[in-house]
């Protein structure tokens, strides 16, 4: 369907694309104090830009609560980008050091530990140790 529409082709390596995406969900979850850090950091931003974009004061106080949940939903969904970027490097790095067959293989072996270590994680902080 895109070759009707564009005149060019293109392919997407979908093993690549897999592999990144489980070792980006790896690295997200086990980095999660990380990624918190990086939502809280984005929904400043996307705050403080916002604000900037308003010249009276009224005007701005009338819809900002509206306006503060949805930025703080944009940097939930952008904290994801970093975690990507590192995860492709990481399957990258993968794929080179043991083979084309070892990326995805290694990105759930790398969820799953993740895992369970934010489980085990959330149950100490839960019980108060």
């Not at 106080?61 to 306006?67: G, I």
């Amino acid at each position: 369907m895109l070759t009707e529409i564009l005149p060019f082709s293109f392919e997407l390596d979908t093993i690549a694309i897999a592999g990144a995406s489980l070792w980006s969900l790896a690295l997200y979850l086990g980095f999660s104090s990380a990624s918190e850090w990086v939502i809280h950091q984005l929904n400043r931003w996307f705050n403080f830009a916002e604000r900037s974009l308003y010249t009276s004061q009224s005007e701005f106080e009338k819809t900002r609560k509206a306006r503060e949940s949805q930025n703080a939903f944009y940097a939930s969904l952008f904290s994801i980008v970093p975690f990507l970027v590192i995860g492709a490097l990481f399957n990258w790095g993968v794929e080179i050091s043991l083979g084309p067959s070892w990326g995805i293989s290694m990105g759930i072996l790398a969820c799953i530990g993740s895992g369970v270590y934010e489980l085990g994680r959330r149950d100490g902080e839960s019980s108060g140790e």
